[in-house]
């Protein structure tokens, strides 16, 4: 790569300083000479003075010399002293000058300071907007990537948990890192390019940072969103840099997060060829296609959205390999605590296991912020060591929102929230397949929970059956159906409840083919992101007629209200359990699974 001119400030110093030297020696040329004002009175007495110009502390002129039995005409200058002064000491033979006031300070005032301030302002200019500044104005084509040399990152395989597949997978990257020769004597080749996917905060970055610790080779982390400009041509500079500066390098790896961000599948919206991204990204499959994968550079990048990215991006030769870095499972979760856990003083009566139980679809930055959770709320009490109870807590407080306790809640509205909170407990204890509950309470959390109820799953589930699928909308029917039983009116409390039973059950008969009415066909939300929530869906619309969606809809509506019966039924049947469970409630606000099942006894 070209080595950049750096610009520097005392080059344009020395040149005035020589200027300076130079007007200096030519000016010692002309200059006239001093002579002391008592040697100028001799001088006119002697009719030698043959031209003065006389100002207001300065007599100036020419006259003439003899030196060396040579008469020749001088310029020359003297400093006026007092006439009386003159006379009194020309009688007495005694030689005498002026002497000019201490302008220095003055001159130093005048001249040199507003210079040195001048230098100093263009230094710090063209020190900002120099080809060397980093971050300059005139830095808009070079990179932004930060360079991790091989001593500065320490993160291993054996720091990242809950990904054991993924690793296996970037285990062929390390080896190749190291022993190049071992794969090119077999004729092969390792892939240009691998995309990591998965959900946001699963350890996608991490993984990337230990392949590079691994192999022990730079690391060039860069995010999509740098490449972009508002200037058009700066990404295809940046991109250029950075594969340049990657080759020197070699062998080295360069790591691109939020690819999605440059790398969006280009359509009929983007029109021509002058859109900055669209630049930014043929400048990325240019270099991918152009450089040889034997000199050891290996691209990494990551995404949550890989159903955006361009299919050029992903073609055999750019991106080959797609590793899929999912959510962790319960023994992952496990392995992602004891990890975080090194760093925190943890109580004996801490179980790992069953936090990882309570956690399922946790990622593992969300089980992080659980470790931290919980030793902040270790502190606050002035505890010794974090205890089992800060992690439940912790937990709580991620899930469902922070504690509320001083918020006043009239002694209706706390009895209905008993109720509903029950409610949900009962139907889920009397539901073959549901989860065990783990935790009841009626203390405010987050934005709107007055209460919660927490289930503990046994296991991590990636099947559901139809009769599970009914469940789970049975419990969420539970809070409703017991204020309707108890009160025979009804709260604005199972808002939340009644949208999540109602996506459950429309997911069913549009989805997952489980309904009566439209049999196997399905009609799946457009576009649904395959990481993120539906609600984040770029689009959202149906793409069946208005009297299919009818028909959805009173499929819909039906099987809500079949289950709102049978839930209403099973709470009517067990309506003494209800009050007894919900007047305990009341007067401890939080309960555990075994007090509920103590109270509640065996449900058949």
Known sequence: MEKATRFSIWYVLLAVWGVLLIQDFIAQQFRPRHIPYSEFLRALRADQ?????????????????????????????????????????????????GQ????????????????????????????????????????????????????EIDTKFGDVAGADEAKDELQEIVDYLREPGRFQQLGGRMPKGILLVGP???????????????AAVPFFSISGSEFVEMFVGVGAARVRELFQQARDKAPCIIFIDELDAIG?????????????????????????????????????????????????????????????????????????????????????????????????????????????????????????????????????RIIAGLEKKNRVINPREKEIVAYHETGHALVAASTPGADKVHKISII?????????????????????TRQELLGKIDVLLGGRMAETVVFEDVSTGAHNDLQRATDIARAMVSEYGMGETLGLSTYPRQRHPVFLSPEQASLAG???????????????????????????????????ILEKVSRRLLEVETMDGEEFHALAGPIA
Do not use: C
Not at 117 to 136: E, T
Not at 201 to 214: D, F, Q, S
Not at 444 to 464: F, H, K, N, S, V
């Open 444 to 464: 405010p959390r987050g934005i709107g929970a007055l209460g919660y109820t927490q289930q503990l799953p046994t296991e991590d589930r990636y099947l559901m």
């Open 542 to 576: 149906k793409e069946y007629s208005e009297a299919t969606a009818a028909r959805l809809d009173e499929e819909v509506k039906t099987l809500i209200t079949e289950r709102a019966e049978h839930v209403k039924a099973l709470l009517t049947r067990k309506q003494e």
């Open 264 to 396: 969006k599948s280009r359509g009929p919206m983007n029109m021509g060829g002058h859109d900055e991204r669209e630049q930014t990204l043929n400048q990325l499959l240019v270099e991918m296609d152009g450089f040889d994968p034997r000199v050891g550079v290996v691209i990494l990048a990551a995404t949550n959205r890989p159903e955006t990215l361009d299919p050029a991006l992903l073609r055999a030769g750019r991106f080959d390999r797609q590793v899929l870095v999912d959510r962790p499972d319960v023994n992952g979760r496990e392995a992602i605590l004891q990890i975080h856990a090194r760093k925190v003083k943890l109580a004996d009566d801490v179980d790992l296991k069953i936090i990882a139980r309570k956690t399922p679809g946790f990622s593992g930055a969300d089980l992080a912020n659980v470790v931290n959770e919980a030793a902040l709320l270790a502190a606050r009490r002035r505890g010794s060591a974090v205890a089992m109870e800060d992690l439940d807590n912790a937990v709580d």
């Open 100 to 151: 000019p006031e201490n302008t220095l300070l003055r001159d130093l005032m005048s001249w040199v300071v507003p210079a040195l301030v001048f230098f100093g302002l263009w230094y710090f200019l063209m020190k900002k907007i120099g080809a060397g500044a980093s971050q300059g104005i005139m830095s808009f084509g070079r990179n932004r990537a930060k360079v991790y040399a091989e001593k």
């Open 200 to 214: 946001p905060g699963t350890g996608k970055t991490l993984l990337a940072r230990a392949v590079a610790g691994e």
């Open 49 to 97: 003075v043959t031209e003065v110009v006389i100002s207001q502390g300065t007599i100036a002129g020419k006259m003439r010399m003899t030196e060396k039995g040579e008469t020749q005409e001088v310029r020359f200058v003297t400093f006026r002293v007092d006439p009386e002064i003159s006379e009194e000491l020309s009688k007495h033979n005694v030689i005498f000058r």
